[in-house]
């Protein structure tokens, strides 16, 4: 049922297609199993009897989201289960940002690899087979013969992604299943890789330009050519069926021009698709929307905006903290609105309670405004927006959680073992159910049902606005 679905977390990260393909290129055999997607399709599959079929000697597992934490420990001891001469090799942000008290804390996991992975992971392989030292591998953090923790340098960052393949899917085990599910699960079909890096510092994203640095050595954005972008969607249309994609990179005015191109591509194609676009900085000039209308089909088609709050003395507080740029005015917000509703573009506005700063009054405020959204503009698909809200984790190496008593937060779940264990004891639910701080004015409990309140406020906008 609907709330078991949205339970299932069932994303790859898209650096796992492109570190699998790169292996295959590369003479190593490889297959990407998706956990929770098989258990979805089939509540008794089995992992261990699916894997005692199957001769490997690397078995690597994605711990990017802090949220896969406790699945990604209980998959290591699966494996070491099956044979423990396996290595089991953990990659992504969260893996990165704690890969000291990982490998302090589970022997069932060999090593760490940090940052960036394809080359990395690549080197290890190599040195595996060949059976010598790890020494050489850049961002690995492992486990040796004797059973010390040794950290190599932080030394690859990919500086282009243009030999990369990010849309072999034919590693993975029920791939046609992965698209079509995503979509009925997380809403989202396929994922279009787009670039690495984020030029911004939102205060609870550990995605940011700042935590980039920190956990992968990123200083600057990188982004794929246009021509490669348009190439993965026309595979994926092609080959899988797939007519709606979710790109991997935000909009912001230095990259009006680069998202010009992608689009006039993809008309060249001249296919039926449809798009989801996140708008990571105001404005969204008319421009933009004449040209997201002329190239996608509209009835699976959004945009995104995440203020998280409306409040301008809160987002100036943020701003004179850690981003000079996280300003959402009124005024900008409202011209978004209009636009989305002269193209008939759906827009989701994502708001949140429990962010800095935010007391009673800013919560009123944003309720209203979303009120005031409902009246005017959700009462049809002729005005398509709706308001978006939900509690919040606060992600490691983020902002806020390297320095949360300057944002006046209190935080809970601050080691790797605590949040392992929070999440295994945590509910399957529709809403997030489990958030890592206290703020000034409000506890983690009132903060998740305060957010749980707002969205059944403005969930008839979702009955009337979203496709």
């Known amino acids: 049922n609907a709330h078991k679905r949205r339970g299932n977390y069932i994303f790859i990260p898209m650096g796992v297609f492109a570190i699998a393909d790169l292996l295959e290129r590369e003479g190593f ?38 949220h896969n934490s406790y699945g990604a420990v209980y998959l290591s001891e699966v494996v070491k289960k ?21 490998l ?12 960036d992975g394809e080359i990395p992971f690549l080197e290890y392989t190599r040195c595996n087979a060949k059976k010598v030292s790890f020494d050489s591998v850049p961002n690995l953090t492992y486990r040796d013969s004797l059973g010390k923790i040794k ?26 299943e992965y698209l079509k599910n995503s979509r009925k699960i997380m809403g989202i079909s396929y994922n279009v890789s787009v670039g690495r890096g984020c030029p911004f510092n939102c205060p609870f994203c550990a995605g940011g330009r700042e935590a980039q640095e920190r956990i992968s050595c990123r200083k600057e954005v990188i982004l794929r050519s246009p021509q490669k972008v348009v190439e993965d969607i026309v595979y994926i249309y092609n080959n899988y069926k ?34 989801d676009l996140e708008i990571w900085r105001l404005p969204f000039p008319k421009k933009m929307f004449q040209s997201f209308s002329k190239t996608f089909n509209h009835k699976k088609s959004s945009l995104s905006l995440s203020p998280r709050t409306t409040s301008l003395s809160v987002q100036q507080k943020i701003a004179k903290l850690n981003d000079p740029t996280f300003i959402f005015k009124k005024n900008e917000i409202y011209k978004l609105i209009n636009n989305t509703n002269l193209f008939q573009i759906p827009l989701r506005i994502w708001l949140t309670i429990g962010f800095p700063f ?68 945590s509910k399957i639910s529709f809403f997030y159910n489990l958030t890592n701080f206290d703020t000034e004015y409000f506890s983690g409990n009132i903060i998740r049902k305060l957010n749980m309140l707002f969205f059944l406020i403005v969930a008839p906008m979702l009955l009337t606005t979203s496709s």
């Open 82 to 102: 099956i044979n423990r001469n396996i290595k089991v090799i953990l990659g992504g942000y969260s893996a990165s940002y704690y890969h000291i008290q990982i």
């Open 104 to 115: 302090q804390s589970y022997r069932t996991i060999d090593g760490i690899i940090r940052g």
């Open 358 to 425: 935010q007391n009673r009054r800013e919560i009123i405020k944003d309720v209203l405004f979303a009120i005031e959204c409902m009246v005017k503009y959700g009462k049809s698909k002729k005005n398509p927006i709706s308001i978006m809200s939900e509690p919040y984790f606060i992600f490691p190496g983020s902002p806020v959680f390297q320095e949360p008593d300057k944002y006046g937060i209190k935080l809970k779940l601050t080691s790797f073992p605590e949040i392992v264990d929070a999440f295994k004891h």
């Open 242 to 275: 797939i007519d709606n994609f979710f790109f991997g990179h935000g909009t912001y005015p230095d990259t009006f021009n680069y998202w010009e191109k992608i689009f006039s591509l993809i008309r060249k194609e001249n296919i039926d698709i449809s798009a």
């Open 151 to 176: 950290v190599n340098p932080l030394s690859y960052t990919a500086k282009s992604l243009e030999n990369l393949n990010f849309s072999n899917l034919s590693l993975m085990h029920n791939a046609e």
């Open 29 to 66: 055999s490889v297959k990407i199993i998706n956990f929770p997607l098989e258990k979805f399709l089939n509540p008794e599959w089995n992992l261990e009897n699916f894997l005692k079929d199957i001769e490997f000697d690397i078995c690597a597992i994605d711990l990017h989201w802090i």
